[in-house]
């Protein structure tokens, strides 16, 4: 839910007791402020904030189109607040470029899940065949977009 999808709805349902996801901005320098808004309420939060402080990590998820996205820019913002989950999505470059991006999660969020969208079969296959095979396939069906 790019744009959508932000820090209060992403708190407020990990709060809640899911995972919650906050989208991608409209332009990869949203990111930063947004995970610095999602640390503020997290603090505010009794049960979140010592998610936070046990673990280092933020209890909520982030979402990139890898297409739209900037891996350097992610990197570094990834690796100050680590959310406990990246959605990668929407690949320009296919396998090989969620690849980089999950290896490059890997390394500057230590834990941190890396979730990846698949739109078919053959994509969720490439994935779960990778040296850089994700903590959790997200398969979408035709209706959102697949094949």
Not at 4 to 21: E, K, Y
Not at 22 to 28: D, I, N, V
Not at 70 to 88: G, H, I, M, T, Y
Request: proline fraction near 7%.
């Amino acid at each position: 839910m790019k744009v959508i999808a932000g820090p209060a709805l992403a708190v407020a349902i990990s709060n809640a007791g899911g995972l919650g996801f906050m989208g991608p901005g409209a332009s990869p320098s949203d990111l930063e402020p947004s995970l610095q808004s999602a640390a503020s309420l997290v603090s505010s939060s009794p049960s979140l904030s010592k998610f936070w402080s046990e673990r280092h990590m933020l209890p909520i998820g982030v979402g990139f189109q890898t297409w739209a996205g900037d891996l350097n820019v992610a990197s570094q913002v990834l690796e100050k607040f680590r959310p406990s989950a990246v959605w990668l999505f929407a690949p320009r470059h296919g396998q090989k470029e969620l690849d980089e991006w999950a290896k490059r999660v890997r390394e500057v969020s230590r834990g941190t899940q890396v979730w990846i969208q698949v739109p078919s079969v053959r994509e969720a296959r490439e994935a779960m065949g990778s040296e850089q095979r994700p903590d959790v396939l997200v398969v979408q069906g035709a209706d959102a977009g697949g094949q």
